[in-house]
Structure formats: C-alpha cells, structure tokens
C-alpha cells in the first residue's frame, strides 16, 4: 500500500511543482516583458555584469541558505557562494530581495541576473529558467512542538488528530506538505524565523523544511522540540538560476563551483550553515 502512495505522491508532486513553476504573478511580469529577452544589453547579462562590474543576485528567505540575521542583514550559505563568487570575480554585488511568488517572474523580467535561494530544480521550472549545476541535494525534516505531539509517530500524525504544520509558501516543500500531512491543517509561512518561533511557543504544532533546518532547531532547544523522520517524504537538488538565454553566465557560475569545491570553500562554508547548527544563533 505504500507503495501505491509513493507512486500518487510522485504524480502530484510533478503536477503542482508545474503549477509553483508558473504563478500568476510570473506570467502577467513575463507577458509584459517578453520575459528572456530581459537581458541587460544585447551581449547577454555576462557582458553588462563585465562592463558595469556589478552581479544582481534575486534572494528570497529560505534559511539555512538565505535568511536575515537579527541585524537585518543577509546571510546563509548560498549567500556566502555568490558574495565569494563575486569577490572571486572582481564584481561588485547588489542583493536584490524578492519572493517565492514572484522569483522566476522577477528573474525573467530582469530585476536581477541569478537567483540564490536555495532553489529546487524541476523539469517543470527548466522551462522558464536555466539552472546551473547542482551543488547539493536535501531531504524533507519535520521538526515539532514536544508538548503539542507528545509520544506521537508519524502514523499518528497523518491519520490522528488535525495538527497545524507550517511550510514556507509557494515552495515544492509546500506542495510535498499538503500530499502526505493533508489531514493536517498546512499553514503556509512567508518567515521561517517567525514560524519556528510560533512552534516553540506552541501556535504551531509544527514545520516541515528542507533538512538542515529542522534539525539544527531540534538540537538547539532540546526541550522545546524534536523531529520526526520523514525523509521518505522526498529529497530535491538545489541549483542557482539565471535567465535561459545567459548561458554564458551559468558556465561561469558552473566553473566557480569546480574551482572554489577544489579550493575548499565550498566545504568549508557546507561545515558551518550544513553541518552544525552554530547558525540557529545569528536568526
């Protein structure tokens, strides 16, 4: 029987990863913009970003790998990748917020040259963007309200009692969430922060996210929360986006991801925003 669920899980995730990919907001931005022929000039984004010296990076919060500390400020790993690609590079960069219902349509019209947010690649989005190479890929985690779920396993969680699961809106985490939780109520979240919060003071009963974050909050308020494996819920690839027509652009991305992996960079920010969970602090 759970095989059966799998393969339904499978069909409705590919068909509503269709419809994040295409949000109505995208396709009134690129209809007026003519969409990928948004680039800066002529020569495609690369030669502008030479020329001006400057690299627009879209990024929307999605922590671990991009989120606001309690400055205000940008951090996360992905933000640690385009800063250092940028430095690499010899370009100034210019953080350009923007959100998980307008990203693509943001990118397609040309509000900025890459997008860096932890994205998850699908066929369906690959219609609309391109994608560099993958540079990791995640499992789903649940992390939950000790005192809310008690003893409860996942079997109790997805036929017992209705709980309230946050996920971050407009996300395939989202679409995941709503297949095998939607006996629960699915509370879709734009702050991840806000929302841990609400789970540790209990208007929450949980959230699901890509792993590390579920876990990294589980260790770092051992009394207040704990996780459950879900692991079998799925797993994505991340990847940063450019516009399809900046393949230039994306060799260029694809290459500092060799270079800076053989460098050692790469591991070493994984160490801390992937592997520890040191940054929970800076939230």
Do not use: C
Request: aromatic fraction near 8%.
């Amino acid at each position: 029987m759970r095989f059966f669920r799998v393969l339904g899980h499978v069909a409705s995730i590919v068909m509503t990863s269709l419809l994040l990919a295409v949000p109505t907001t995208f396709a009134a931005t690129a209809d007026s913009t003519h969409a990928d022929g948004a680039s800066r000039q002529p020569g495609g984004s690369l030669a502008t970003i030479q020329k001006q010296g400057v690299l627009r990076v879209g990024v929307a919060v999605n922590a671990p790998w991009v989120m606001r500390d309690k400055s205000g400020q940008w951090v996360g790993l992905e933000v640690a990748y385009v800063r250092q690609l940028a430095k690499d590079m010899s370009w100034k960069i210019e953080l350009v917020p923007t959100t998980w219902a307008t990203a693509i349509g943001d990118l397609r019209a040309g509000h900025f040259d890459v997008l860096a947010s932890g994205l998850s690649v699908t066929p369906q989005r690959a219609q609309w963007l391109k994608y560099s190479d993958s540079y990791g890929s995640f499992s789903l985690g649940l992390v939950l309200n000790r005192k809310a779920l008690g003893t409860d396993d996942l079997q109790a969680l997805e036929t017992g009692s209705k709980h309230r699961i946050g996920v971050l809106s407009g996300t395939v985490t989202a679409a995941t969430t709503k297949t095998w939780l939607g006996n629960s109520e699915v509370v879709e979240v734009n702050d991840e922060s806000q929302a841990l919060q609400d789970v540790r003071n209990g208007k929450l009963d949980g959230l699901l996210a890509e792993q590390p974050l579920p876990d990294a909050f589980a260790k770092a308020y051992p009394d207040q929360l704990r996780t459950l494996d879900v692991s079998m819920f799925g797993k994505t690839a991340h990847a940063f986006a450019v516009r399809r027509n900046d393949q230039d652009l994306a060799d260029v991305i694809d290459a500092w991801l060799v270079y800076e992996q053989a460098a050692g960079f790469i591991a070493d920010r994984e160490k801390f925003w992937l592997e520890s969970a040191a940054w929970v602090e800076l939230m």
